[in-house]
């Protein structure tokens, strides 16, 4: 199946600070999604992204797909941006795979 | 309101037991799949079903089965053949299994004495 790689593993901020997560996936793929799981466990959606770039707030992704990579930004970050981040991306096959995540911990 | 309801939230059996673990869909959405989270990990895909009737194994399958008769329910059961059964498990749907988005239930977390 296809491989998904994200980094870093983990990112610590200060309040306040921009910071860029990667997801890098090993073949062609017919969707990409990108996730933050709260602490209480919920997934919540960010973007949907095959490719291009979307914004919402300060949070922006951008997928390219060609080169098989898709970056999420975090502007001026607040606590409440703490959580693990997921790429997920879905193959020829219909699956859905994760990345490992990259946690997120945002001082104020 | 539209979404995806799991239960239980929290779930206690003694190891041997069965569990069922119940995933509603009120989206109209053709494909549900059901996932595994481990502490630290990612997800693991264990079924999903693209349309009534008809599921699929994922990557793992082993001591699990799910049924799809209805359009909105995907109930998983967690059987006495899963070695590790403790885990969180979330439930997901999509409009279209081929390029839709993903939405996902807010978990159920299992826990095996």
């Known amino acids: 199946g296809i491989q998904v790689e994200q980094s870093p593993p983990d990112l610590i901020l200060q309040e306040g600070a921009n910071s860029t997560l990667r997801c890098n996936f090993s073949d062609s793929v017919n969707n990409l999604q990108w996730f933050h799981q709260n602490p209480w466990g919920q997934l919540i959606n960010l973007f949907y992204i095959p490719s291009g770039t979307k914004q919402n707030g300060r949070l922006s992704a951008t997928t390219v797909a060609t080169e098989r990579y898709s970056l999420l930004y975090i502007s001026s970050s607040q606590t409440t941006d703490s959580g693990v981040y997921f790429c997920a991306v879905l193959s020829n096959d219909y699956k859905l795979s994760f990345g490992a995540g990259t946690t997120v911990t945002v001082r104020a | 309101d539209g979404g995806i309801t799991q239960s239980p939230k929290y779930l206690f059996r003694k190891e041997g037991q069965n569990v069922t673990l119940s995933c509603e869909q009120n989206?109209?959405?053709?494909?549900m799949y059901w996932y595994r989270q481990d502490p630290g990990q990612g997800l693991r895909l264990i079924y999903y079903?693209?349309?009534?009737?008809?599921?699929q194994k994922g990557d793992i399958a082993e001591g699990y089965s799910v049924s799809r008769e209805k359009k909105e329910s995907f109930p998983l059961t967690v059987t006495s053949a899963q070695k590790n059964p403790t885990a969180f498990y979330l439930c997901?749907?999509?409009?279209?299994?081929?390029?839709?988005?993903?939405?996902f239930g807010e978990g159920s977390r299992l826990t095996v004495l």
């Open positions: 997901a749907s999509s409009i279209q299994p081929r390029t839709g988005e993903l939405f």
């Open positions: 989206l109209n959405h053709d494909a």
């Open positions: 079903s693209q349309i009534v009737n008809d599921f």
